[in-house]
């Protein structure tokens, strides 16, 4: 059963840091991986889509990496600002349902 | 262009009064899902639908029906509804298995 773990739970920065979140995921027959942003009582906006056989994807301030054999990805945030503050989870989509796999997100605080 | 878009955005039952949660799509999506999000839980899969016509049960599909009658809609039913039903509802769209996602806003359902 695909599991996927996110770690910090919580991070708190000030701004202007460069940020590193991390996803793992303990199978790695998947078809991507998507990265998402979630504001309090909001819904999910995607942030980036990793293909599988593709090692990493940029947009804007934000770099994804993943490296399916060890089963793990990361959200990079260049220059955070105050407007990042928010929930960010990961999912993965296994090669065997036609589902996403969540983590339970790390929640995002960027201070003045 | 509106994506995925959720009716009502808030709502209040009873214990045993039922309802149907609204979702379309404008981007004629093959794929739809639905999915409930409980607090410090990922997203949980409650059924899903490869194409009109077509639905398959998810991780948690107990409590609920859905259908697919048009490429374009995706409603789920509650029927009977229960206080562990108390959730935040989303629905999300994909062209196909392997491709990014797309969510609705969500419905935050509160059974009492």
């Known amino acids: 059963k695909q599991e996927v773990t996110q770690i910090p739970a919580a991070l708190s920065v000030p701004e202007g840091e460069n940020l590193v979140l991390n996803c793992s995921f303990t199978?790695?027959?998947?078809?991507?991986l998507q990265w998402f942003r979630q504001d309090p009582g909001k819904g999910l906006t995607s942030l980036l889509l990793i293909q599988s056989s593709q090692r990493e994807q940029t947009s804007g301030r934000l770099n994804a990496s993943l490296d399916k054999s060890s089963g793990r990805s990361t959200l990079y945030i260049a220059a955070s600002q105050p407007g990042d503050s928010a929930t960010y989870l990961c999912?993965?989509?296994?090669?065997?349902?036609?589902?996403?796999?969540f983590g339970t997100g790390t929640r995002l605080q960027v201070t003045l | 262009n509106a994506g995925v878009t959720q009716t009502p955005k808030f709502r209040i039952l009873k214990i045993g009064q039922s309802m149907t949660l609204q979702c379309a799509q404008d981007?004629?999506?093959?794929?739809m899902y639905w999915y409930r999000q409980d607090p410090g839980m990922g997203l949980k899969l409650i059924y899903y639908s490869v194409g009109a016509g077509i639905t398959d049960k998810g991780e948690v599909p107990n409590g609920y029906n859905v259908s697919r009658s048009t490429t374009e809609d995706f409603p789920l039913r509650l029927e009977l509804a229960a206080p562990s039903q108390t959730s935040v509802y989303f629905c999300?769209?994909?062209?196909?298995?392997?491709?990014?996602?797309?969510f609705g806003q969500g419905t935050r359902l509160t059974v009492v």
């Open positions: 999912a993965v989509r296994p090669v065997t349902a036609s589902k996403l796999t």
């Open positions: 999300a769209s994909s062209t196909d298995r392997d491709t990014e996602a797309f």
């Open positions: 199978d790695s027959a998947i078809y991507n």
């Open positions: 981007m004629n999506h093959n794929y």
